[in-house]
């Protein structure tokens, strides 16, 4: 049996255009990114699922994102905003799993704990189920750097 994968990437119009073939699949995307908005569109072939993300920059410290998948009538979103460096917002929707949530970065989120001995990141997340709201869960997860 031959099995051939591979990937293909061109620019094209101000974006990036990829091929990606692995196991019989052929996937088409095109990617625009310009410093405020992320336009993506993609379609798998031969099962004919197309799907687009979309992601607008209000300003330097609010961000949301969008993806749709055509095929299923899938959706999420999430909304970012950024306090300073040390702390995050997020709040979001997956239509998949039916659940909306928030959650607060306390820290430097994107930095790595490991550049720093003493730094931490702290996260509160809120999930509430649309079906059930009484079954909402808060969590609270800790990442901490300690060098002996």
């Given at each position: 049996m031959l099995s051939v994968n591979g990937i293909l990437r061109r620019q094209v119009m101000d974006g990036v255009c990829s091929a990606l073939y692995t196991?019989?699949?052929?996937r088409l995307r095109y990617a625009y990114k310009d410093d405020a908005l992320s336009f993506i569109p993609t379609?798998?072939?031969?099962?004919?699922?197309?799907?687009?993300?979309?992601?607008?920059?209000?300003?330097?410290?609010?961000?949301?994102?969008?993806?749709?998948?055509?095929?299923?009538?899938?959706?999420?979103?999430?909304?970012?905003?950024?306090?300073?460096?040390?702390?995050?917002?997020?709040?979001?929707?997956?239509?998949?799993?039916?659940?909306?949530?928030a959650s607060l970065w306390v820290g430097d989120e994107g930095g790595k704990v490991k550049t720093t001995p003493m730094k931490m990141k702290v996260q509160f997340m809120l999930q509430v189920p649309q079906d059930d709201i009484k079954t909402s869960v808060l969590m609270f997860r800790v990442k901490k750097r300690w060098d002996i």
């Open positions: 196991d019989e699949e052929l379609i798998s072939l031969p099962s004919n699922a197309a799907s687009f993300a979309f992601k607008r920059r209000f300003s330097p410290s609010d961000k949301l994102s969008y993806w749709y998948k055509f095929d299923s009538n899938m959706w999420s979103a999430v909304y970012k905003r950024t306090y300073g460096k040390d702390y995050k917002f997020k709040a979001g929707y997956d239509s998949e799993v039916r659940l909306g949530w």
